[in-house]
C-alpha cells in the first residue's frame, strides 16, 4: 500500500469518527482531495487509492491533469476563479466551489448555456469578513443567490466557505456553525435553481469540527499528500 493509500485509509477513518459523534451517516460527507501542485503521478496513486472528487486551484495546471488522467473521477474548482478562465472552467469542472460575484456567475451561465448544460456551482461566503480572503460578504448572499436565481445556466447547489486560519480546530465552529444557518436561510426562500444541499466547509486541520457542523464537502490536500513545497 502506498503512502497516499495510508494516508487515505485514515482520513475516511477520522471522517466517519466526527460523522458519527454527531449522529450523521458518515456517506452524507464526501471527500474533495486537493490536489494542487501535485503531480499526475500521485494524484493517480490517490485515485487507486478510492479518491473519487479531486479538487483544483488553478484552471491551467487542473486542465494538464484532467487530460492526463481523464475524467473517470469527479474534478471540483475550489480556488478563485478570474472571469477571463470561465469558459474553461465551465468545459473542465463537474461543481465550482467558489463563485463570489454577479459578473463570474453571468460569465459562468452564459458559457454554460453554449454548452448545453446547467453548471453546478457553489456560493463562496467570506464568512470571517477578511480582507486578504475571496468571498461574497454574508449580508450580500441572499441578494446575490435572488439574482441566480434567474441564470438558467447555473445550479446553486450550496455554500461554501474557508474561517480564518487557527491551529485550533474549535476557532473554526463558529464559522461553520454561521454557514450552515446561513444555508437553512436561503433554503427558506424556496427560490428556483438554488439548492442547498451542500456546504463545502473543513480542511486538513479543522474537518471534524466541519462534519459535526454539517459540511456535505470537506476539502483535504495536506493530511493526503504531505506538505507542498514552498515555491
Known amino acids: 500500500m502506498s503512502e497516499i493509500s495510508e494516508n487515505l485509509a485514515r482520513l ?14 458518515p456517506a452524507a460527507v464526501r471527500l474533495v482531495a486537493v490536489s494542487k501542485t501535485v503531480e499526475a503521478e500521485r494524484v493517480l496513486q490517490a485515485i487507486e487509492g478510492g479518491v473519487k472528487i479531486l479538487g483544483e486551484n488553478y484552471v491551467q495546471e487542473a486542465q494538464k491533469k484532467i487530460e ?4 473517470e473521477v469527479a474534478w471540483h474548482f475550489i480556488g478563485h476563479l478570474q472571469t477571463n478562465k470561465a469558459k474553461v472552467a465551465t468545459r473542465l469542472f ?5 463563485v463570489d460575484s454577479l459578473t463570474l456567475a453571468e ?3 452564459r458559457q ?9 456551482i457553489l456560493l463562496q461566503v467570506n ?14 448572499i441572499i441578494r446575490l443567490a435572488e439574482k441566480l436565481s434567474e441564470l438558467e445556466g447555473l445550479a446553486v447547489k450550496g455554500l461554501m ?15 461553520f456553525i454561521e454557514l450552515r444557518k ?3 436561510r436561503l433554503a427558506q426562500q424556496k427560490l428556483p435553481r438554488i439548492w442547498m444541499e451542500e456546504l463545502s466547509m473543513g480542511m486538513s486541520n479543522d474537518f471534524g469540527v466541519a462534519i459535526e457542523e454539517g459540511a456535505t464537502l470537506v476539502r483535504v490536500g495536506t493530511a493526503i499528500f504531505g506538505p507542498r513545497p514552498i515555491k
Open 127 to 140: 464568512i470571517g469578513g477578511e480582507a486578504t480572503k475571496f468571498g461574497a460578504q454574508e449580508k450580500e
Open 161 to 175: 466557505t474557508l474561517p480564518p486560519y487557527s491551529d485550533d480546530p474549535e476557532s473554526s465552529r463558529p464559522y
Open 68 to 71: 492526463a488522467l481523464g475524467h
Open 182 to 184: 446561513l444555508s437553512e
Open 12 to 25: 475516511w477513518e477520522r471522517i466517519e469518527m466526527a460523522a458519527r459523534r454527531s449522529g450523521r451517516n
Open 94 to 98: 463537474d461543481l465550482i466551489h467558489s
Open 107 to 109: 460569465e459562468l451561465h
Open 112 to 120: 454554460a448555456l453554449k454548452g448545453g448544460k446547467m453548471l453546478p
